[in-house]
């Protein structure tokens, strides 16, 4: 049983380009968490997903991000107009309603 | 919003000493969970904590539920080195479609 997948794992933008993040949950769980990180810091909640529907993006910048977990396919994180103060790990997780989180090994975004 | 904060934020401790890191939050919580993040690694979960004043004990690790449901305290006796990482405990306001907020993280080095 695979675990949570992300992809890629290192992404390198320039200012102004996109970044478009991948999770592909456990299987048998529909439901997506997507936190930020810096370095030496904690975990900043960011959206929270289930499929097809958004449940709680009280986390997410208005701006620029915005994240879809379609019917099919893997969860996307988007990011337009990359800015260097984007630049972090986000780490996606999976579980089922209410359970313990199973993270993936996380995305780490660099912006030149 | 609701905040969950971690004290201390970093502790260094002599292998084979205590340690103990404490959590509170803002908001009653329907249950906590702990994870462990090794440097570079991803979270991982640890143990979730349901019941009012619960213990759960796991080898080394004790963790502790106030009766409160705001507070929750993770203790490892006679640390080793493998115990290095950053420790964060997360807690959910109620159960079902609730985003799980992360604490603030406390940081452990362990030297031999």
């Known amino acids: 049983n695979a675990g949570v997948m992300q992809n890629p794992r290192h992404l390198v933008r320039r200012r102004g380009q996109e970044a478009r993040l991948r999770c592909s949950p456990m299987?048998?769980?529909?439901?997506v968490y997507w936190y930020r990180q810096l370095p030496e810091e904690g975990l900043k909640f960011m959206v929270y997903?289930?499929?097809?529907?958004?449940?709680?993006e009280s986390g997410m910048p208005k701006e620029r991000f915005s994240a879809e977990f379609p019917k099919e396919g893997p969860s996307i994180l988007r990011i337009q107009q990359v800015v260097r103060g984007d630049s972090a790990a986000y780490f996606c997780?999976?579980?089922?309603?209410?359970?313990?989180?199973?993270f993936g090994e996380g995305s780490r975004l660099t912006v030149l | 919003g609701q905040q969950v904060m971690q004290i201390p934020q970093y502790q260094h401790v002599q292998e084979g000493e205590d340690f103990t890191t404490y959590c509170n939050s803002s908001?009653?919580?329907?249950?906590i969970q702990w994870y462990k993040q090794r440097p570079g690694g991803h979270p991982v979960f640890l143990i979730q904590?349901?019941?009012?004043?619960e213990v759960k004990k796991q080898k080394r690790l004790t963790f502790q539920f106030g009766e409160a449901k705001k507070n929750s305290s993770l203790h490892i006796t006679a640390t080793q080195t493998t115990d290095v990482g950053t420790y964060f405990c997360?807690?959910?306001?109620?159960?079902?479609?609730?985003?799980?907020?992360f604490g603030t993280g406390t940081r452990l080095l362990v030297s031999p």
């Open positions: 997780a999976s579980s089922v309603v209410g359970g313990e989180l199973f």
């Open positions: 299987k048998g769980h529909s439901h």
């Open positions: 997903l289930q499929k097809e529907n958004i449940i709680d």
């Open positions: 908001t009653t919580l329907s249950n």
């Open positions: 904590l349901v019941k009012s004043g």
């Open positions: 997360a807690g959910r306001r109620n159960t079902g479609f609730q985003k799980l907020v």
